[in-house]
């Protein structure tokens, strides 16, 4: 059962641009939606993290979105530079109770000169 | 401070060997998990250590893929015997069990069964 569903699979934006990821859980009992950021090569690391009581989290050019009445949460990027290609993953959690992590499939970005 | 140190980073294996991967977490860390992350499947959740207890094993993966913490600063993952369809990166990650929740992720090791 795939309990974080992420969308699209891969994206192509022009630098400049702005790139949205998008994603939809069904646990009600998440409480904690980070995203993480995967170079080739690399593990993933964190990229930018929400807590269910916040509906915006905003970090320099990146920004999470997330609306506990759809289940939906986003991310956005502005200015999306060459540097922002990776794959992204968001997830979801339940803290204080699991901690164990849900990932989404990922998203493959690229952003092309 | 020091990250998440995985060896090896590639590992080559004949099907039927036994391997066994290595992890190091952040000093301090709590919870250790291992994954792994193929490009069909994702990152799956192979096994999940609170304090050095097992607490998840990962389910499916239990017949041929055994996770041990034998201190809190150092675990290991064999895998025996090994297929070619394990072929695939395995990630070890490190949290504070108490947050912040950012898990911290190795480099990982590739492995490849022929």
């Known amino acids: 059962q795939q309990q974080v569903r992420q969308s699209p699979q891969s994206l192509t934006v022009w630098e400049g641009g702005t790139t949205v990821l998008t994603c939809s859980y069904e646990?009600?009992?998440?409480?904690?939606f980070p995203w993480y950021q995967q170079f080739p090569g690399e593990g993933p690391a964190l990229l930018i993290s929400?807590?269910?009581?916040?509906d915006k989290k905003e970090d320099g050019r990146f920004t999470t979105f997330f609306n506990k009445r759809e289940k939906k949460l986003s991310l956005h990027i502005i200015d999306s530079q060459p540097g922002d290609s990776a794959t992204y993953f968001c997830a979801a959690s339940a803290i204080w109770g699991n901690e164990k992590i849900t990932f989404g499939a990922g998203t493959k970005l690229t952003i092309k000169p | 401070d020091a990250g998440v140190t995985q060896t090896p980073r590639h590992e080559v294996a004949e099907k039927g060997q036994t391997i066994i991967l290595k992890c190091e977490p952040v000093?301090?860390?709590?919870?250790l998990f291992w994954y792994r992350q193929t490009k069909i499947q994702g990152l799956e959740l192979l096994s999940y250590f609170r304090s050095k207890s097992l607490m998840e094993d990962g389910g499916a993966f239990k017949d041929r893929f055994k996770a041990e913490m034998l201190n809190s600063s150092f675990s290991t993952l064999k895998i025996q015997p090994t297929e070619p369809k394990d072929s695939a990166v395995y990630l070890c990650a490190s949290s504070f069990h108490w947050g912040p929740y950012e898990q911290y992720f190795g480099p990982g090791t590739r492995l490849t069964v022929l």
């Open positions: 646990d009600s009992t998440f409480n904690y």
């Open positions: 929400i807590l269910s009581v916040s």
């Open positions: 000093s301090g860390h709590n919870d």
